[in-house]
């Protein structure tokens, strides 16, 4: 199947530092790649969506100008938290969805997840 | 509003079955996904359903009622490995996935 790396994954930064999580398509070309951050014990939150070559759809609530997505190719999207606080401190994983469905139509592969804490 | 329905939290013992229910509100359907997350990684695929009726994949089986807005994931012969958490996602209107909150699942001996 399809596989998804990322990196780091794990990540202790300090307060105001920023921190770049590259989620990279081993195996396929990913035109669309998904950001999610998860806390402890509740379900994932979508962060953006983010298309080769533009810019990435933000969630509201999702400030654009701290969570930078960059999705410069087809294999590679990254995330930088920016001026981090530790309130950002989370699980961040990101997903791609291979173009024509792959086994199973619109199914997102996942990444290994990011453990980012802030201190 | 999109609202995906699923049991926080579930207790079932090695050996038995155990079915998750999901129901769902959303705008548009296109299908229903359900993932496992144990803790500390990615969820990982386990199954898809878009028509009515049952999808069995060995001792996982998937059932979806459109019309009531509702599936369940069945787990048989469960295995101390199974206790992770279960999400169940639905692809919208726009093919977004929307999340439930999971339901972890506990497996005692």
């Known amino acids: 199947g399809a596989v998804v790396s990322q990196h780091p994954s794990r990540v202790i930064c300090k307060s105001g530092t920023s921190v770049k999580i590259e989620c990279r398509s081993l195996d396929f070309q990913a035109t669309t790649m998904f950001w999610y951050r998860q806390f402890p014990k509740q379900s994932l939150m979508l962060m953006a969506t983010?298309?080769?070559?533009?810019?990435?759809?933000?969630e509201q609530g999702v400030e654009k100008d701290k969570f930078l997505i960059n999705h410069a190719s087809l294999t590679l999207s990254t995330l930088t938290v920016t001026s981090a606080h530790p309130e950002d401190s989370s699980f961040y994983i990101c997903s791609a969805r291979e173009p024509g469905g792959g086994s199973e139509p619109y199914e997102q592969y996942f990444g290994p997840g990011t453990r980012l804490t802030v201190t | 509003g999109q609202n995906i329905d699923q049991p926080t939290e579930m207790t079932a013992t090695e050996g038995a079955i155990v079915q998750i229910n999901c129901t769902y509100q959303?705008?548009?359907?296109?299908?229903l996904f359900w993932y496992q997350q144990h803790a500390g990684e990615a969820p990982t695929f386990l199954s898809y359903?878009?028509l009515d009726g049952l999808e069995e994949k060995g001792r996982f089986s998937s059932f979806l009622s459109r019309s009531k807005g509702y599936s369940y994931l069945l787990l048989k012969e469960l295995q101390m490995k199974d206790s992770a958490s279960y999400l169940c996602?639905?692809?919208?209107?726009?093919?977004?996935?929307?999340w439930g909150a999971g339901t972890k699942l506990i497996i005692k001996p």
């Open positions: 996602a639905v692809l919208d209107s726009n093919y977004q996935l929307i």
């Open positions: 983010s298309n080769e070559g533009s810019k990435a759809t933000y």
């Open positions: 959303t705008s548009g359907f296109n299908g």
């Open positions: 359903n878009v």
